[in-house]
């Protein structure tokens, strides 16, 4: 077994590397001056097991060419088998038409990792798990909840836990993590006027006196969690935190979250964390470099993935 990281995020790869006591594989890659790719592997990885870490996040196109010359590079030196581990799958919110003569670009991007020559998918809370089905191989959807449930008990003692999520297509998240912490639930109603703008009209469930965990799988413009919070204070809860997988975070969006009435937002490191992130006051990063690693020993070795979260 071996693993080869990406430069999305490299902390995050040699974070597993360390878990799995692995050395990263030697290689590299750079940019010609017309800031085309170029990947060379500088061990003998023939016959290996092959593990591809690398982030669809910004710059998304830059990282996205990046792993698939990476997997085609392997390929042709004669690798056994290659797992692309892709903590967040860029282009997943394009997971269907909303309109006429519109991509679906979560599928073309599945078409590439598998063209390039990747012969297993691992990642983490895909924005729709149906995802999994634009890939023809076996693809593993790994969960952050046990991450984040080992946090909310350490970090959020006591009673009047509510589970929050932020909009109607979210239930199904949410009602997982609030029965892994036997907590309620509750319903942001959400709406959307124009794309990364948000308004919240209605509460559905009854939050008074509550301390309320927003829960989500990507944070970008920050604008749904901010007018969450509100809402939710504004009917009477207690406290408002959030817990989301993947930071995206751009733009405006970490000051965004420090100027709202959010005690706290937990993001992964599945994105690499900016300067501001990590001096922003009310935003902390959890490490899921463990979870990651032991789904990745387990796929090396054969074992069930699947019961690291049932």
Do not use: W
């Amino acid at each position: 077994m071996k693993l080869v990281a990406g430069n999305s995020n490299r902390p995050l790869a040699e974070a597993i590397g360390a878990h799995l006591k692995l050395p990263l594989t030697k290689g590299q890659v750079k940019r010609f001056a017309d800031m085309e790719i170029f990947v060379e592997i500088q061990e003998n990885v023939r016959g290996q097991d092959l593990f591809v870490i690398q982030s669809n996040s910004f710059p998304a196109n830059d990282n996205l060419m990046e792993l698939l010359i990476l997997i085609d590079a392997l390929k042709r030196a004669s690798a056994a088998r290659i797992t692309a581990v892709i903590p967040y799958y860029g282009y997943a919110r394009q997971d269907r038409k909303p309109g006429p003569r519109t991509p679906i670009t979560a599928k073309l991007v599945a078409n590439l990792i598998e063209r390039a020559g990747a012969d297993r998918v691992m990642t983490l809370d895909l924005h729709a798990g149906q995802i999994q089905g634009f890939f023809d191989i076996p693809t593993d959807n790994l969960f952050a909840a046990p991450v984040m449930v080992r946090d909310i008990q350490e970090q959020h003692k006591g009673s009047n836990l509510m589970v929050v999520s932020p909009d109607v297509g979210g239930v199904v998240r949410a009602r997982a993590l609030a029965k892994r912490i036997e907590a309620p639930i509750a319903i942001c109603d959400k709406r959307r006027d124009r794309p990364g703008e948000s308004e919240v009209m209605h509460v559905i469930g009854d939050v008074k006196g509550m301390r309320c965990i927003l829960i989500d799988d990507i944070v970008d413009s920050g604008g749904t969690l901010v007018n969450a919070a509100e809402a939710l204070l504004k009917h009477g809860a207690v406290e408002v935190m959030a817990y989301i997988t993947h930071g995206v975070l751009s733009g405006g969006a970490v000051s965004r979250i420090q100027a709202s009435k959010l005690k706290s937002l937990v993001i992964t490191d599945s994105i690499q964390p900016t300067a501001a992130v990590l001096a922003a006051k009310n935003i902390r990063v959890l490490s899921i470099a463990p979870l990651i690693g032991e789904a990745i020993l387990r796929t090396a070795r054969e074992e069930s993935v699947s019961s690291l979260f049932y």
